[in-house]
């Protein structure tokens, strides 16, 4: 897993500012992204099962006409496009500009056209009803207005049409190597859903009935300084959640925690849980 530092040292010197340490309202989470955007695709791990999984529900339909929601740089977005195909056309939404000049680079510097760039909120799409085969969301759905967003998907989405969240459960949170070690992370992440909850809202939600619950493992071996680099990095918003002097010292103590836990701290290594929640819009 290699990063590069230049783009990150960039995000650091930012960082250090008095801006980068306490993004609790939906303005300072807009500064967080906007701060990291052009060097999210180094902070991020971007896996690839969920989307051969996606493909494999989609591989009837002849067209794709979908939607990502809270796309950012257009990790996944790249990998759609590379695994569905030239059949696919893709609206890509995101309430933070600078991530969508950043997808926009990115896509296009991969020669892809067929998509839309679209700054708008997950509540409020602008997408015609009733138009969508597909929407898909990736690691986002603990910054919507989960309502919100459920209402839009079933009014845009084409009956039998598909919606994939693709998202980390509270209880993974609580057991990967930020969960662990890192003081208070699983505290302070209290965005994350856990699946009952998510059923019970999802039960409020007119049209859309949850199909399947999909599990991802990903196994990840790095470094003790690569973990302390994402970490300084903020390639997790939750650390914005720390301000400065308690996220120094919670460094500190995750430091400290990785160097007792593993004998080697050059091979780091876990296993990240992810869930995807796969839901049908009904019939009408």
């Known amino acids: 897993m290699k990063f590069d530092q230049e783009k990150l040292q960039d995000v650091y010197n930012l960082g250090n500012s008095n801006i980068g340490f306490a993004h609790r309202a939906k303005t300072n989470r807009n500064s967080h992204?906007?701060?990291?955007?052009?060097?999210?695709?180094?902070l991020r791990t971007t896996d690839i099962e969920q989307i051969i999984?996606?493909?494999?529900?989609?591989?009837?339909?002849?067209?794709?006409?979908?939607?990502?929601?809270?796309?950012?740089?257009?990790?996944y977005t790249a990998e759609l496009f590379r695994i569905l195909g030239d059949k696919l056309h893709l609206t890509c939404i995101d309430e933070n500009e600078d991530m969508l000049k950043q997808l926009t680079k990115n896509l296009e510097g991969k020669d892809l056209q067929n998509f839309?760039?679209?700054?708008?909120?997950?509540?409020?799409?602008?997408?015609?009803?009733?138009?969508?085969?597909?929407?898909?969301?990736?690691?986002?759905?603990?910054?919507?207005?989960?309502?919100?967003?459920?209402?839009e998907s079933s009014r845009t989405?084409?009956?039998?049409?598909?919606?994939?969240i693709?998202?980390?459960?509270?209880?993974?949170?609580?057991?990967?190597?930020?969960?662990?070690?890192f003081p208070k992370f699983h505290e302070k992440e209290t965005r994350l859903c856990?699946?009952?909850?998510?059923?019970?809202?999802?039960?409020?939600t007119r049209l859309l009935k949850l199909d399947s619950v999909k599990y991802f493992m990903h196994k990840r071996r790095v470094s003790t300084n690569w973990l302390i680099g994402r970490a300084i990095h903020h390639h997790y918003s939750t650390f914005d959640l720390y301000d400065r002097k308690e996220f120094d010292n919670a460094l500190l103590k995750f430091r400290k925690n990785i160097v007792d836990?593993?004998?080697?701290?050059?091979?780091?290594?876990?296993?990240?849980?992810n869930t995807m929640f796969v839901i049908r819009k009904n019939v009408q």
């Open 33 to 42: 992204f906007s701060r990291i955007a052009s060097a999210y695709e180094d």
């Open 53 to 75: 999984f996606i493909r494999n529900n989609l591989h009837n339909l002849t067209s794709l006409k979908g939607a990502d929601i809270g796309c950012g740089c257009g990790r």
């Open 116 to 151: 839309d760039a679209v700054k708008a909120p997950a509540n409020n799409l602008p997408v015609e009803s009733n138009s969508l085969d597909f929407i898909v969301s990736f690691n986002a759905m603990h910054h919507f207005d989960i309502i919100g967003f459920l209402n």
């Open 157 to 164: 989405l084409k009956d039998n049409g598909y919606l994939f």
């Open 166 to 181: 693709y998202t980390r459960l509270r209880s993974q949170n609580k057991r990967n190597i930020w969960g662990r070690y």
């Open 194 to 204: 856990d699946l009952e909850k998510f059923k019970i809202v999802l039960e409020k």
């Open 261 to 273: 836990n593993f004998s080697n701290r050059d091979d780091i290594f876990w296993e990240d849980e």
